[in-house]
């Protein structure tokens, strides 16, 4: 089993910049492949980014590409989004995943673990 949760989401202006921080718990930590999707209000879930175990490999949606940084801290075990420039079309619950398959996938439902979400709110 793994837990993960979600922090450091909020409530900013337009251009500006968030961290968020996701951590994880369990056996399984160091062997699972982790994630960034996003919801929007009444709108499906999407990915946002991914990051191999190690930390070497990542992926971006395009919407994203340049302005979000995935990165994770292995021996904290935690996972972080690091956000730019941030637009409003950014607003939405931001989620952790985690599945222990190690190849790249947005399919919400290869991923194992969920944390429960921070919102982050960019008004326009």
């Known amino acids: 089993q793994m837990q993960l949760v979600e922090s450091g989401g909020g409530l900013v202006q337009a251009g500006d910049s968030l961290r968020l921080s996701c951590t994880a718990s369990g056996r399984t930590v160091s062997r699972a492949s982790m994630a960034w999707f996003r919801q929007a209000p009444g709108k499906e879930r999407e990915f946002v980014t991914w990051?191999?175990?190690?930390?070497?490999?990542?992926y971006y949606g395009d919407s994203v590409k340049g302005r979000f940084t995935i990165s994770r801290d292995v021996p904290k075990n935690t996972l972080y989004l690091q956000m730019i420039n941030l637009e409003p079309e950014d607003t939405a619950v931001y989620y952790c995943?985690?599945?222990?398959?190690?190849?790249?996938?947005?399919?919400?439902?290869?991923?194992?673990?969920w944390g429960q979400g921070t919102q982050v709110t960019v008004p326009s």
């Open positions: 990051i191999s175990r190690t930390g070497g490999s990542t």
């Open positions: 995943a985690a599945r222990t398959g190690v190849s790249f996938t947005t399919r919400l439902s290869d991923y194992d673990y």
